[in-house]
Each structure stands twice: as C-alpha cells, then as structure tokens.
C-alpha cells in the first residue's frame, strides 16, 4: 500500500533543458512536502521542500509546485545541469508524528 | 565537518551474528531516526528518537533494538541476523518532531550485506 507514488523509475533530459520529477500521494493528512537528491554511495540530501499552504516554492534552479486537490507534488529543474544527474526523492510529512513517508525514487540522467 | 556520520559505511556478516551500526550527529538535534532502503529502493521508517526517548517503532522485529546513549548518538544493534536484513541503513537527524515542518538530515548509509 503505497501512499506516496513515484510513477517514473528514470528520466533522461538534455543539458540546459527542463527537467520535471512528478509525485503522487494518496493521504490528505500530509502538510509538508520534501525533495531529496541522492547521489550513490551517499545519503540523501534535502534540496526543497513546500507547505501545504503554498502551491509553488522556487530556489534558484529549483522550483516546487504542489497540487493539494489532485494530490500531485512537482519538482522543475530549469536549466537542467550535468551535475543534477542523480535519485530524486519526494517525501512527505504528515506532521503528527515524526517520520517522512519516501517515494521510491526518480533516477534523473542529465546529458551534456 | 560531517554534520551526521555512521560506521562502518559496509558491513558483510554471516547470518546469525549480532553488529551494531552507530550513528552521530553534530548539528545540535533533538531528533534521531533509522530508515532502512531495502532491495526494493523503498526508504521506510525504523526508529525514531527524540531526546533519548523512542518516539517510533514502526512494527521492526524486536532483533533490532536501537540505543540512544545522549542527544547525538542512536545506535542500532542487530541480533540473529537474517539474509532479508541486507540492505542499506540511514541515520538521519531532525531539530525537532512531531507537528514541526522541518527537515531531516541524513547520513551516508550502512551497506549491511548478510551472507
């Protein structure tokens, strides 16, 4: 029972092109929405996150979109870098307790 | 500065053995967790401990048995270990918890791969 759905195993983008990870969720009680970035080898890395009260969140390159009514979480990387080719993660908070519940990951590949 | 640390990074054992994992953090946290990433890739909750006290257990098999010595510190102790235990463990740690809208900080992983 997958509460929090990565529907896309892998992505392949262009270098200077848009790169855009999709998430999808299935309990509304989540408020607080997280992107991690994993290289190998190495432990996630938090890269933006969005309140349930927002629906866009932008960081430089990066930019979070969430979609509260069709329960749909974005991540857009523009422009897309060599260096951003890596595992993306969503992952979500329900903030009743202390855990984050993770999708199971979007390998991006971004291509000079 | 490695601001949350594990040792050993890899870790290969025979089934049966008892390891431990340990798990540091020096980001002055209140909150410390294990996430385990199996085969599957899937990152799901363990334990969490905030200031020395368990907060969660999501239904582990009671082989496993985290320790919080102080505010920095849980270890994960793994008694009878079984081939389905290989995975990768994550440490991660948080300045607060329940009902805060915070981030987590992660380590780099234990490879424990059971023979």
């Known amino acids: 029972d997958q509460q929090v759905k990565q529907n896309s195993p892998s992505l392949s983008v262009q270098e200077g092109r848009i790169s855009i990870l999709n998430c999808d969720y299935t309990?509304?009680?989540?408020?607080?929405f997280l992107w991690y970035k994993k290289y190998p080898a190495e432990g996630p890395t938090f890269l933006i996150s969005?309140?349930?009260?927002?629906d866009k969140n932008e960081d430089g390159r990066f930019t979070v979109f969430l979609n509260k009514s069709a329960k749909h979480l974005s991540l857009h990387i523009v422009p897309s870098q060599p260096g951003d080719s890596a595992v993306y993660f969503c992952?979500?908070?329900?903030?009743?307790?202390?855990?984050?519940?993770f999708g199971k990951g979007t390998l991006l590949t971004v291509n000079p | 500065d490695t601001a949350v640390s594990q040792t050993p990074k890899y870790l290969v054992t025979q089934m049966g053995n008892d390891k431990s994992i340990k798990c540091e953090q020096n980001?002055?946290?209140?909150?410390m967790y294990w996430y385990k990433q199996d085969s599957k890739k899937f990152l799901k909750i363990m334990f969490s401990?905030?200031?020395?006290?368990?907060?969660i257990n999501e239904t582990v098999p009671n082989r496993f048995s985290p320790k919080s010595p102080d505010k920095a510190h849980l270890n994960l102790h793994i008694n009878s270990l079984e081939l389905g235990d290989s995975a990768v463990y994550f440490c991660?740690?948080?300045?607060?918890?329940?009902?805060?809208?915070?981030?987590?900080?992660f380590g780099p992983g234990t490879r424990l791969l059971v023979l």
């Open positions: 992952a979500l908070d329900g903030g009743s307790n202390y855990k984050l519940t």
């Open positions: 980001l002055g946290h209140d909150t």
């Open positions: 969005i309140s349930s009260i927002k």
């Open positions: 991660a740690s948080s300045q607060r918890g329940a009902g805060a809208q915070e981030t987590q900080y």
């Open positions: 309990n509304s009680m989540f408020d607080y």
């Open positions: 401990y905030n200031n020395k006290e368990l907060i």
